[in-house]
């Protein structure tokens, strides 16, 4: 009797360690393969801008990330000084100057793999409101030592590479030079040294003049068409990207009608 009732026992552990082994073999099994409610990597967009159209590229950024579950960052900064700093690094996805000379020269060199067309810039005479000096849109005025002028620098941004192109036309960029107080780096400190009348008159891009609350402090004079032309704004495409597919929604979404009317809001498309 005591045999049969041990070796009962014997068969119920030996059955309870086989269903143990299996359940632990079952769960190792489950704990090893791949979680389905894994979240797939983010990616990311880096965008070099030049300052004068990083409004309307933050809108549309806003846009490509809902819509496409990303992350876009954008580096403003002098069209000059972020082709030096794209050129060093060897790192990012798009790139908007301020003119497509920029975007020529990186063709040449066949860093942009491609491009479209955004928008057009083009360059005025700001002044302080209601023109207190009476200036005309003549550009000798910039040569002239009873104005404060400040210039854009040729050398770190496209209003100050512009600025030039313009003044030598005219045959008087280096009396320009000596005549101004200082050079600037890019739009954004022209428009502060207008508005806060520390000068009379300078040179910027137009667009920046309908601005949030510019239009109050700033009077536009425009310049000849002989001297001053349409600027084409063209986002191109880095030999960089690490995400070219994303990029490309970018550039199609900027370019497309939808894209114009950004630019255009922000004094960047539909320019005289």
Excluded at 63 to 72: A, D, F, G, S, T
Excluded at 122 to 130: N, R, S
Aim: with cysteine; hydrophobic share 35%.
């Amino acid at each position: 009797m005591k045999k049969r009732i041990f070796l009962v026992v014997l068969a119920l552990m030996v059955a309870m360690a086989f269903v143990g082994c299996g359940g632990a073999d079952e769960t190792s099994k489950q704990s090893s393969e791949p979680s389905e409610s894994k979240v797939e990597e983010q990616k990311e967009l880096l965008i070099y801008c030049g300052v004068t159209m990083v409004r309307p590229m933050t809108e549309i950024a806003k846009i490509i990330e809902e819509q496409e579950n990303c992350k876009i960052t954008i580096e403003k900064g002098g069209s000059g000084g972020l082709l030096n700093k794209l050129k060093t690094d060897k790192t990012g996805d798009l790139y908007l100057p301020g003119s497509d000379s920029y975007i020529n020269t990186l063709v040449e060199e066949e860093i942009i793999k491609e491009h479209v067309l955004v928008g057009y810039n083009k360059a005025a005479i700001f002044v302080q409101k209601g023109n207190p000096l009476n200036i005309t849109s003549d550009l000798e005025n910039f040569t002239k030592e009873e104005y404060m002028v400040v210039i854009g620098n040729p050398e770190s941004g496209s209003i100050g590479k512009e600025t030039k192109k313009i003044l030598d036309k005219k045959g008087i960029f280096e009396k320009v030079v000596a005549n101004a107080s200082k050079l600037t780096n890019d739009s954004t400190e022209l428009l502060r040294v207008i508005k806060d009348k520390e000068v009379d008159l300078v040179i910027n891009w137009y667009a920046t003049s309908v601005w949030d609350d510019n239009p109050k402090d700033i009077d536009v004079l425009q310049i000849d068409e002989e001297y001053a032309k349409k600027k084409k704004l063209v986002v191109g495409l880095l030999k960089y990207s690490e995400n070219p597919e994303l990029a490309k929604i970018f550039m199609d979404y900027a370019s497309s009608d939808a894209g114009k009317e950004i630019f255009n809001k922000y004094g960047l498309y539909d320019i005289k």
